[in-house]
């Protein structure tokens, strides 16, 4: 079976030959590693980054490759905000699009397919997808509302305003919510077939599990729901400490939990086992960065015989910084390759 087919298969709580194992997001470390930043991937043409990607993955034998991934503050700068491209990494929001809530009603959300840079990684995505698309599985991702309304709004305000003004936040929300559907949309037209939302502001490190309920919860099922509607699995994404809300995240409709390295697995398998998947865990500085081969592997088998099913795929738990070593990831591959599903 290949990449493609275990993946769907493993959304759907079936069993598959082997553990399925992905990186999460990767584009600045796949570009870094051939020294390009982001900014410098937009100007060498959709052909050259897509083959990129392509060869990259040969190496690598991710069941999953991201075209796309750290580019998400694009939509934003594509409807009138401001970033700045770092030398490593993924671009910084320099400053809050909206100074008010009602700022909400003169957005033009049009700027997005209009955006010569998201053009380009969506043509990076169609070239891609026609190129590797019926064995490997091609996604994309975007931050999540609750994290799209930080950015746009201003965390400081953000958290202020759940307190003082729930009608403004609740605005804002469902603006970045279909912010969010409507950019991840153009990558389905363009050949994904997998979306990753990440809504790291959602973490338990910054909201309480009510606040999650009440002002995160909505807004992810609201896109979930959309985006299955135009065929595409979703899997989310929180930064952070989710122990106490893993039992609300099945009612996203999500297909995929991606889980930062301070969630305990075997917590996880007790209560999202049987209603979708989950993944992640392996911490991706001290364990996939700074780690040997030989650690990575034993980090990897402790995650497997943690998570305990069929219901689990190994990635690092969050995006891979750009120093990670590729064997690093190898020894990753390798480990769930080489696990006995059976």
Known sequence: MDSRGIILKTLNLQKTPRLPVAILSGGAWTFNRKGLTLEDTLSIG???????????????????????SGYHNLAIRAIGGKIKFRAKGTPDIQEELLKEAKDVDTVNLDGLKEDADIGTLAETTAILSRAIGKKT??????????????????????????????????????????LCYRYLKLYIHA?????????????????????????????????????ADAGVPVSIHICGNIADRLDLIPETGAKNLSLDYKVDLKKASEILGGKMT?????????????????????????????????????????DLPPAVPQENLLAMVQTAKNDDVS
């Not at 959709?46 to 991201?66: F, G, K, P, R, Y």
């Not at 991706?284 to 219901?311: F, H, L, W, Y």
């Open 191 to 227: 050949g994904v077939e997998i979306v990753s939302v990440a809504d790291p502001t959602s973490s338990g490190d910054l909201i309480s599990r009510e606040q999650f309920r009440e002002f995160s919860l909505p807004y992810l099922k609201k896109v979930t729901g959309k985006l």
């Open 278 to 318: 989950f993944s992640g865990n392996m911490n991706p500085v001290a364990i996939m960065q700074n780690g040997t081969p030989d650690g990575v592997a034993a980090a990897c088998r402790e995650c497997i015989r943690k998570a305990g099913g069929s219901s689990y795929i190994l990635m690092p738990g969050c």
């Open 46 to 68: 959709a052909q050259n980054a897509a083959q990129i990607l392509e060869e990259t993955n040969e190496l690598i034998h991710s069941d999953i490759v991201w075209p796309g």
């Open 137 to 178: 599985l091609v996604g994309t991702s975007q931050w999540g509302p609750f994290t799209l309304a930080g950015h746009v709004y201003g965390v400081e305000r953000l958290m202020r305003s759940i307190f003082r003004d729930k009608a403004a936040v609740h605005a804002v929300l469902d603006f970045t919510s279909e």
